[in-house]
């Protein structure tokens, strides 16, 4: 248990999503499932279409998600916590994040009527199977390399332990929203004020997670060293390039 939350304490550390809701992950898990797909030539250039429209889509927001999640990490970075001043930031990357997502949501359905009810039975059983991966191997290489002292790991577990509640809510959340999502998706007409509907109703608590998780993540990262969140900042800028990367070759 003591290693499982320090691995998770130091996950978020190392994150900059401060947010929970659909996102990266889901991005590149569907990618990479379609890239095993028995796709036609056809098929193949349409959804490479749809890629290119995500690119386009995610470049006119980019400026602004860059600019809120700077303001997130000086927060989080901060002597003091201002959970009024997190609370405002996070309601505002929410909202942007709304349009987003909804087009984001419209794509893959436009993606999943072009595969056939072979191809789609196919993608649900390796997306049964990627869901069931456990990330904490990765992590724990991250959290080797802040070299924690005993003193240090104690409290951070003792933060986390606090925080645990929250994450688990948070996290049957996701799973719920992402569900639910996945029907919407998966009719043969996409109801666009039915996810509205949906994303709105879970949008107040995403908010009030992304607070609590942002008050967590000050108090671990007023609790290392200067070295450790020199290591920890570039580690993050590392990750944030790869996901750069990523993100250049399209979004579904």
Known sequence: MFKKVLVLSISAILSATVIAGPG???????????????????????????????????????????DFGQQLRAQVQSDSFDSDAVKA?????????????????????????LLSDEQKNEFEQQLSEREVRDPKDRIARRLAKLDLTEEQQTQ??????ENLVQREAAKAQRSVFKAAQAELIKAEEFDQEAWQALFEQQQVQMVQNGVLRAQARHQVWNLLTEDQQAKAEK?????????????????V
């Open 156 to 161: 951070i577990n003792q933060i986390m332990a």
């Open 235 to 251: 580690m993050m800028k590392k990750r944030f390039k790869k996901r750069q990367q990523r993100d250049s070759k399209g979004s």
């Open 24 to 66: 990266k992950s889901d991005r590149d898990g569907m990618r990479k499932i379609l890239k095993q797909l028995d796709l036609s030539t056809e098929q193949r250039q349409d959804i490479q279409q749809i890629l290119q429209d995500g690119r386009q889509d995610r470049s006119v927001f980019k400026a602004d998600f860059r």
């Open 89 to 113: 930031l996070l309601q505002g990357r929410s909202d942007l994040r709304a349009e987003l997502a909804l087009e984001r949501a419209q794509r893959r359905h436009q993606v999943w009527q």
